[in-house]
């Protein structure tokens, strides 16, 4: 996987991970979390940033650690306070980002850029109450093992605790030891929060009602630099304030065990990081970054009259194929050790070559893994059946091309969701026997980009050295901007895009002349599409 271009474009990292890691992560609507088993990412511009791209990455890294390793059930069943869930919290963040790191080396880099973005690059408005400084350096203190740069902020946060509840920091740092020593999994990450939970209460107790020595102190020193204890009225008759009252009652951690809690908590990474991404997300469903769901084909089988003329059509293009698919190199006769003997070379024999004998070196071939995409948009209404047609025509006939592994899918297909997230359905499987042809109407929108976004995570999956994206499009989609977008990284990724279209230029200002063609019939086809492979593989030479 070339890393540098997929962290550039969002989609295609989601479509990536969730082929490498085995969770789904889409890409659309206005929200962001996970339900345990799919990751939602709101769509974000197409010109995000990459500080903005590096949050999504972060988020992915961090919702994909909880999918692997938290236990919802066991987080529900714990039937945790507000404090106690926001602890747990904590604690699994820091347990199932350690166990990521380890599988995923890569995402130890995400998690320590988005602890740096969040902790240390934005400036949080904190709660007037000291009580919740705890909690907030509970936060700090965890995450800086993992992230030293946050030491210095872990130790300024330790130091206006310990201004306010003397000791408190002292008996927090036995039970980090702990986590730090053993938390294997959530019901131990349940088990330390409420050890400090505990802590925090007992303390409280102990320290209820007593006077609060530090100001005390502090006004001790103001009364010693003043003139007396008291300060008599004004000449105009005022009364008498008294400066020797009693040591104020000091701050209280009874505010952390309030119902109410839960919004004055200070936010978590994952807690951060979605509210961002909520905040900076697309407010246009068509033209913001999103991905395509696998939905699962439901179509009709192939009437017999299309299926006769998707073979007849498989025999035409198989021979046409084959040479501009595999791109056959003969690297032409060399010296060997065995083989036809050159009396040419006899003469060296003395000088002690044994390269005297000349063999044939076999032909080279460039494997292929060739992805067919096909538009079933309301737009190709009049030739959908001949779309279908050559899609499986080309399909087939590649397939039976040694060195060539074929993936076919079809877009638009609708999905029940409640969000802008289109579908798009696997035909046939790179590395698979074609299945039955199968034929379909037209209908819906043209998610492009969705679509290319989805077809090109496949491809990259393959081995074949040469991988190809053919598109059979009217080239209108919804969003010619996105489209754009998913071409670029196509061809970042050294992935060759051609597309076919049926009486509708469109597919020209979207590909170019030189990668696309435009045909009438279906017969047509043959010749254009070989013609275009034959015409790009010269311009390769």
């Known amino acids: 996987m070339n890393t540098e271009n997929y962290n550039r474009s969002l989609p295609l990292l989601a479509a990536a991970l969730s082929d490498q890691r085995g969770i789904r992560v889409d890409v659309g609507g206005d929200h962001a979390g996970t339900d345990g088993h799919i990751i939602h990412v709101p769509a974000l511009p197409l010109d995000a940033d990459e500080t903005l791209l590096g949050v999504a990455r972060g988020y992915i890294d961090h919702e994909s650690g909880h999918v692997l390793f938290t236990d919802f059930g066991t987080l529900e069943d714990a039937e945790l306070s507000p404090l106690e869930k926001h602890l747990a919290n904590a604690i699994e963040d820091v347990r199932i980002e350690a166990l990521m790191a380890q599988r995923y080396p890569g995402s130890a880099h995400n998690f320590r850029d988005t602890a740096r973005h969040v902790f240390l690059g934005k400036t949080h408005e904190a709660d007037p109450d000291p009580a919740f400084a705890v909690p907030g350096y509970v936060l700090l203190r965890l995450r800086s093992q993992a992230c030293p740069e946050l030491a210095v902020k872990a130790q300024e946060a330790a130091t206006a605790v310990a201004l306010h509840f003397p000791g408190l920091v002292t008996e927090l740092e036995d039970v980090f030891a702990d986590i730090r020593a053993c938390c294997p999994d959530t019901q131990a990450s349940i088990t330390h929060a409420r050890r400090i939970a505990s802590l925090l209460v007992s303390y409280e107790k102990r320290h209820a009602g007593q006077p609060d020595h530090r100001s005390s102190a502090e006004d001790h020193g103001q009364k010693s630099a003043g003139d007396g204890v008291t300060s008599e009225a004004d000449a105009d008759g005022g009364e008498q304030v008294k400066s020797d009252a009693g040591p104020e009652k000091p701050p209280s951690l009874a505010p952390l065990f309030a119902d109410d809690a839960a919004g004055k908590l200070p936010k978590g990474l994952g807690e951060a990081l979605s509210e961002e991404l909520e905040n900076s997300r697309s407010y246009d469903p068509y033209g913001g970054m999103t991905t395509a769901v696998e939905v699962p084909a439901s179509f009709k089988p192939m009437p017999q009259e299309m299926q006769d003329k998707t073979v007849c059509l498989q025999s035409l293009l198989r021979p046409r194929l084959r040479g501009v698919l595999q791109a ?6 060399i010296p060997a050790t065995r083989g036809k003997l050159n009396s040419r070379r006899l003469y060296s024999v003395p000088l002690g070559n044994g ?25 190709t209404t009049a030739f959908v059946r001949d779309i279908a ?3 499986y025509a080309v399909a087939h006939a590649a397939a039976g091309i040694r060195g060539i592994s074929v993936g076919m899918s079809v877009f638009p297909v609708s999905y029940p969701g409640e969000e802008y997230c289109p579908g798009v359905s696997t035909l046939i499987r790179h590395g698979q026997a074609a299945p039955r042809l199968l034929a379909f109407d037209a209908s819906g929108c043209t998610p492009l980009a969705e679509s290319i976004w989805s077809a090109l995570s496949r491809l990259m999956s393959r081995r074949e050295p040469r991988k190809m994206l053919l598109l059979f499009t009217d080239g209108l989609p919804d969003s010619s901007d996105k489209a754009e977008a998913a071409l670029r990284d196509a061809e970042r990724l050294g992935c060759e895009v051609y597309g076919v279209s049926y009486r509708q230029t469109g597919i020209v200002g979207l590909l170019g002349a030189q990668r696309s063609a435009v045909i009438q019939d279906i017969d047509d086809l043959p010749n254009a599409l070989s013609g275009m492979l034959l015409a790009a593989l010269r311009r390769a030479a």
């Open 328 to 333: 056959d190199t003969c690297e032409g006769i």
């Open 355 to 379: 390269h005297v004998f000349t063999r044939h070196v076999p032909a080279r071939l460039m494997s292929t893994a060739l992805h067919i995409l096909i538009d079933r948009s309301g737009s």
């Open 389 to 391: 047609v050559s899609a």
